[in-house]
């Protein structure tokens, strides 16, 4: 990783590991709530490519009752978007997963990660102050991590989208 001082300011802002902790919990705690199943560690790998690129967000369907491979199957090209994402966005997921365990937002097990539920106060204020797009982004990140969890293993998960662990 590059040191902080020599990053780009796009960089500091967008990919900083604040925010993209933020978007990691909000995956792993929808996931939880919904289906009692943790956000395995390679399904985390996927969640900022599939929020912070905006096309692929706003092509989101806005329920679950879409599946994962329909909505794949409808919008090819972000298949390839999110796959490529992946791989260069990976060192930012490892940094936010890095500093969300340090500040005991998640926990990481062998069973994947577990949002820290008590936290849902401190992060409503955090998103009370946010921009229209920060809250978005948060709000699609929870809707991805639900909808992995309808779509199957992170097996099938991993295979539909083309990547691997």
Known sequence: MTLWAHRSGEEQYLLNPSFCALLLWHA????????LKFLSFEESFLILPFVLHR??????????????????????LARGRVASSANVLAPFT?????????HRFIAISAG????????????????????DEVR??????SFVGKWFAEAGSTTTVLALIGVRP
Not at 56 to 69: A, G, I, K, N, V
Request: with cysteine; net charge positive; glycine share 6%.
């Open 112 to 131: 994947g990660i577990l949002a820290d539920d008590t936290r849902v106060t401190a992060v409503n204020g955090v998103l009370s102050g946010a921009s």
């Open 55 to 76: 096309k692929t967000r706003e092509d989101l369907p806005r329920s679950s009752r879409t599946s994962l491979p329909v909505w794949l199957d409808q919008y090819p």
């Open 136 to 141: 978005l982004c948060a709000k699609r990140a």
């Open 28 to 35: 792993a705690y929808r996931r939880q709530a919904e289906h």
């Open 94 to 102: 490892r940094e936010a997963l890095m500093f969300a365990g340090i």
